[in-house]
């Protein structure tokens, strides 16, 4: 044999740092174990290098394998779906998960601390410590009466988990949500002044079902907005609109969450009252969206109350969003950053059942831009797509808007071709001889309805709202002792001749004795003379616009009065 051929434990060495080499590139550490093996247990690893590659070819088999098998799991038998912080069925999500246990440990919870009007201060698991029953009507002391008020003033605190991985087990079948933190960039462009960015972090939730396809994800989400409408539906959502600073866009915020207003407590003519709802009612019916789309009418309508200052517009307004349970909208014409753009942008975000107030429409300068001076007399709002300065002598420059939308613009945005539909529109006003007649057109405007000065009918009601002893139950007739009172308060003030606020006004300073009431009624009306310079109110009659509507003149409301 030649002598250049290596022999067998020549190629020895080259063998054992070939193995050596395989089974460090896929078993981490395998050089150290290797060298301790050697020389401490006297051990060469390399004898067992079949064994140690069935190993690792086991081990990464069943890796790969497992990862296709979930692959394959997942594919077939799950069904997954996200939900972003922006849309409304995140509250919804949120609200199922902090009232339903997960079977694994939750390690952690995300705790806000939720204001009173705040609209998701219930999502989470939480309640008030200040209850109504934690504390007496009666303070005996100051040191009780401050303890009352640091009760009353406790915020609510609620508890949802934090972002992680929750299994649940569903109507028999298992859930996983995932709550998912990550950032999100906010882009916000200037007009010919560039762009600025904003980093922030939300949460996005994932939800796999394990069977039962898109149709049990949409029973879930279906039971999961209802469980959290039935928790809501105690309140009124009121929504305020904000606009971004260069005033392309805007949206709307919950600013507060009240209890709803039980109409039966409202102070008003039931005649009004019936025709005012039933409107509403029948417009809310779902053949009537059918009859207006079938022929071709805009599925909109819109309502203007006017009448003096206290006399129970904004009331009704809201006892009617608490009477259909729908949210309410209060639109501010008056921000400076309003455009029209962002205007139009606010009532295309309006959901499609809700009601949209525009409180004293008559004090924004952009209803009655072409209703302050002659047609002939008129001077242009803008010149070369530059505002035009206002003369000191209009008497209506002090309550004209500091932004830029135009009377074109707000009825593009009411009923143009890109508006929205099925929202209601209602108007107040105190002057509705200063609004444009395109304002309150027909179509517009479907029903008017005129406020006076409160009758003797209505005073009788608004004592008995006053001093009823069943909270929300004015229907119940009868001879008690406050049916007898409210008589006697209503003869001795004149009719038509007060505001529905001034009166309630007066009626709270007695709110626990109503024979109080009826004794100093007379020196109120002496000291209410006087403040009047000794004259009286007289009442007439509001013009109001042209309409196909229904002119209905109504009463005083019983609180809440704008």
């Not at 915020?155 to 929750?166: A, E, K, L």
């Not at 069977?211 to 999961?224: C, P, Q, V």
């Not at 606010?346 to 409180?359: D, G, K, N, T, Y």
């Amino acid at each position: 044999m030649p002598s250049f051929l290596p022999t067998s434990q020549a190629l020895l060495p080259q063998s054992k740092k070939l193995h050596e080499a395989i089974l460090s590139r896929y078993i981490p550490g395998y050089t150290l174990m290797s060298h301790f093996a050697t020389h401490h247990l006297r051990l060469d690893l390399t004898k067992y290098f079949s064994h140690l590659t069935l190993a690792v070819f086991v081990y990464y088999f069943t890796k790969h394998l497992a990862a296709i098998l979930r692959r394959v799991f997942s594919f077939l038998c799950t069904t997954t779906v996200e939900i972003t912080p922006d849309d409304e069925g995140y509250k919804f999500y949120l609200f199922w998960m902090a009232h339903h246990k997960p079977l694994n440990r939750v390690a952690g919870y995300v705790v806000t601390t939720d204001s009173e009007d705040d609209e998701d201060g219930d999502v989470g698991v939480s309640e008030s410590p200040a209850d109504a029953d934690t504390y007496d009507d009666e303070i005996s002391d100051f040191d009780d009466w401050r303890k009352t008020i640091a009760l009353i003033r406790t915020q609510r605190i609620s508890f949802t988990p934090h972002p992680g991985t929750y299994l649940y087990w569903y109507k028999g079948r298992p859930v996983k949500i995932q709550r998912i933190r990550q950032k999100v960039e906010k882009v916000e462009k200037h007009h010919g002044r560039g762009a600025t960015s904003t980093t922030t972090t939300s949460d996005i939730l994932r939800i796999t079902t394990f069977g039962g396809g898109l149709s049990f994800h949409k029973k879930m989400s279906y039971e999961a907005q209802m469980a959290y409408r039935n928790h809501v539906s105690k309140y009124t959502v009121i929504y305020e609109n904000v606009v971004n600073r260069n005033g392309t866009a805007g949206y709307w915020v919950p600013c507060m969450r009240r209890t709803p207003r039980a109409m039966s407590t409202v102070v008003l003519d039931e005649d009004l009252k019936s025709t005012f709802l039933e409107d509403i009612k029948e417009y809310l019916h779902p053949k009537t969206q059918q009859w207006y789309n079938s022929r071709g009418i805009p599925y909109r309508r819109g309502y203007l109350l006017h009448g003096p200052p206290g006399t129970g517009k904004t009331s009704l307004c809201f006892a009617a969003a608490g009477y259909f349970s729908l949210p309410l909208y209060q639109l501010n014409l008056t921000m400076k950053e309003m455009t029209d753009s962002s205007l139009a942008f606010i009532f295309r975000s309006l959901p499609s059942h809700c009601i949209v107030l525009m409180e004293d429409v008559d004090c924004v300068g952009v209803a009655q831009e072409r209703a302050k001076t002659p047609r002939s007399r008129r001077v242009p709002q803008h010149q070369d797509g530059v505002p035009m300065p206002r003369h000191h002598g209009d008497s209506s420059s002090s309550r004209e808007t500091a932004n830029h939308v135009t009377l074109s613009g707000l009825l593009n945005a009411i009923d143009g071709v890109a508006a929205g539909e099925g929202r209601i529109l209602i108007m107040t006003t105190n002057h509705p001889e200063k609004l444009d007649e395109a304002l309150t057109r027909n179509g517009r405007v479907d029903l008017t309805i005129a406020y006076t000065y409160t009758k003797t009918p209505e005073i009788i009601n608004l004592f008995k709202s006053i001093y009823s002893e069943a909270d929300g139950d004015r229907d119940a007739a009868g001879d008690s002792a406050v049916d007898v009172y409210a008589r006697q308060f209503a003869d001795l003030v004149p009719s038509e001749e007060f505001s529905g606020a001034e009166i309630q006004g007066y009626l709270l300073r007695h709110k626990k004795c109503p024979q109080s009431a009826i004794q100093g009624v007379g020196k109120w009306l002496e000291e209410t003379e006087a403040m009047r310079g000794g004259r009286r109110k007289i009442p007439t009659d509001s013009p109001t616009q042209p309409s196909a509507s229904t002119d209905v003149r109504s009463a005083a409301d019983s609180e809440e009065f704008s």
